[in-house]
């Protein structure tokens, strides 16, 4: 194996770049802008020149990298080909097609959740675990499946796409992907705002939210943790959906670790303690005792799995 390799995390406004000793260690991390004009054609040539110009920076020989793994926000194959991503406006992409004859080196592509799940499976909340399932709770709900030690990408590379489980059949509004009643609707930052406007609705109830003209995740979830009657019952029903869900997952994979991130988790422990209540009461009697824990490695969770993608294994 190789002395070094790149993690690459294209995100819809930054791509986040590190380099790697192949023994885990992040040598250096830095960013560049994502720039989607032109149906996004100039973010792989982007990605290309800033790794070349790092090798030479650091006088660094072809030879003793491993490659160039890259996550990107939606479903990739096992070919490294996406059909399309919407925030980066690409329609069909040979990313790692592409990426290798930019630069030269082997390359890696995968689904940015599943990429960041591989992060914290290696360097991250659960660190040595082989079986973890992870959920990124931000703008949607992301989400990474790894079984012994490998990304389930699945043959359409939505694996792991626990953001479009089907919670609620009863709904009429439709999620972003189309389709009505997806436990993003309800556990993502935006989902959890829909669940208290509803409630605030249904309730006369004095509520400290219904001073916000615009309510945020982040006001329900303080509100919350000071007590809020109204908001307690606004994230119990966002904890029985979110945990009933996994607890479902779980019957299929029966992880050592299951794993909350994104930006809602900065609520921390209040948040886990609410998931892992209703997780609990559904799951499988071999499954009970699953933790459920927050990640660590914060916005490098992508960049990490990127990497590990692509390191050969002595």
């Not at 479009?164 to 389709?179: L, M, Q, R, S, T």
């Amino acid at each position: 194996m190789g002395k070094y390799c790149f993690g690459i995390d294209v995100g819809g406004t930054s791509v986040k770049c590190g380099l790697f000793q192949t023994d885990g260690v992040l040598v250096e991390k830095w960013e560049i802008p994502t720039r989607k004009e032109n149906s996004g054609e100039a973010i792989l040539p982007d990605i290309a020149k800033t790794i070349l110009d790092k090798i030479a920076e650091r006088k660094l020989d072809k030879e003793e990298i491993d490659g160039v793994g890259i996550g990107v926000p939606g479903p990739v194959n096992e070919r490294g080909e996406v059909p399309c991503a919407v925030n980066l406006f690409w329609g069909f992409k040979e990313v790692t097609k592409e990426l290798t004859e930019l630069t030269g080196l082997p390359s890696k592509a995968g689904n940015d959740a599943n990429v960041a799940a591989l992060g914290e499976a290696w360097k991250g909340a659960a660190a040595g675990a082989k079986n973890v399932i992870l959920v990124t709770l931000g703008t949607g709900v992301g989400g990474g499946i790894i079984v012994d030690g490998k990304i389930v990408g699945g043959a359409h590379g939505a694996g792991g796409e626990i953001g479009h489980a089907a919670v609620d059949h009863e709904e009429k509004e439709a999620c972003n992907c189309g389709n009505c009643g997806c436990l993003e609707q309800y556990a993502s930052a935006t989902g959890i705002v829909r669940v208290a406007q509803r409630t605030l609705a249904a309730t006369d109830e004095q509520t400290v939210l219904r001073k916000f003209t615009k309510l945020s995740a982040k006001n329900v979830l303080d509100a919350f943790k000071e007590g809020d009657k109204v908001a307690c019952d606004v994230m119990a029903q966002v904890g029985e959906m979110l945990g009933g869900t996994l607890a479902m997952f779980a019957c299929v994979t029966d992880p050592e670790a299951i794993v909350i991130g994104g930006g809602v988790s900065k609520a921390g422990q209040p948040l886990i303690d609410c998931i892992q209540k209703y997780y609990e009461k559904y799951a499988f009697t071999a499954c009970k005792k699953t933790p459920i824990i927050l990640a660590t490695l914060g916005n490098d969770a992508g960049i990490y799995g990127s990497a590990r993608m692509v390191i050969k294994e002595v």
